[in-house]
């Protein structure tokens, strides 16, 4: 099956900026998720996102960070004041018709 | 706090081996569990699931899960050079067909094969 598709696949910006990463799926999933990964750590779990509404979140999606999907079809993440610790590798991933979850290419996000 | 361990790594082993991978879990209720394979700067990219205590073959993969002993490991036979990369394990609380639900990973152990 196909994963997601995320852009940008490289994103640069300056501290304290708003940042809006997006995924793209494939066909009509069900359930989405967006993991980080800071670079040599573990992949994180951020929130899972079902039926236009979070299902669960972490500790680290604090109220910096929002999702949505606006228009039906892309489901973004928001990092609303970015600091230099969001320095990481942002995954979206889906799960739907079945239970292994699919990953996007990921987009690397650098806070300078 | 729900924990995935692995084994340390890095691993080396030669052309042709079996590469063994390890991973332990702390709670009891998790039901789905999950071998992923992550390349460098890449996504993970699912290899295997497995739900069910035994053993769980896949080409040159297999998947082992132990319920009472909350571990899962995965082997690899006849290893390729192109399988060095770094593996992860990840475990989902939850009904083994339940298609929700976050993933807990691991810290991921290093495979390198050397030819």
């Known amino acids: 099956e196909p994963e997601v598709t995320q852009t940008p696949s490289h994103q640069v910006t300056q501290m304290g900026q708003e940042v809006i990463l997006r995924c793209v799926p494939i066909?009509?999933?069900?359930?989405f998720y967006w993991y980080r990964q800071i670079l040599g750590q573990k992949v994180e779990f951020l929130v899972s996102?079902?039926?236009?509404?979070?299902?669960?979140k972490s500790e680290i999606f604090d109220d910096q960070f929002s999702v949505e999907r606006p228009d039906g079809s892309n489901f973004t993440l928001k990092i609303r004041s970015t600091k230099l610790e969001d320095s990481a590798m942002y995954f979206c991933?889906?799960?739907?018709?079945?239970?292994?979850?699919?990953f996007g290419q990921g987009t690397r996000l650098t806070v300078v | 706090q729900k924990e995935v361990e692995q084994n340390s790594g890095p691993l080396s082993v030669p052309e042709g081996a079996i590469a063994s991978l390890n991973c332990t879990y702390s709670?009891?209720?998790?039901?789905?569990f999950f071998w992923y394979r992550q390349y460098s700067g890449k996504s993970p990219e699912l290899i295997m699931s497995i739900y069910s205590n035994g053993d769980k073959e896949d080409g040159r993969f297999t998947a082992q899960l132990n319920k009472a002993s909350q571990y899962v490991s995965l082997l690899i036979r006849d290893s390729q050079p192109s399988d060095s990369a770094t593996y992860l394990c990840?475990?989902?609380?939850?009904?083994?067909?339940?298609?929700?639900?976050?993933?807990?990973f691991g810290q991921g152990t290093i495979l390198t094969v050397h030819p």
């Open positions: 996102f079902y039926n236009n509404e979070i299902s669960e």
């Open positions: 709670d009891r209720v998790s039901q789905s």
């Open positions: 991933a889906r799960t739907g018709g079945g239970v292994e979850a699919f």
């Open positions: 990840a475990v989902r609380v939850g009904a083994g067909g339940t298609s929700y639900g976050k993933l807990t």
């Open positions: 066909s009509n999933h069900l359930y």
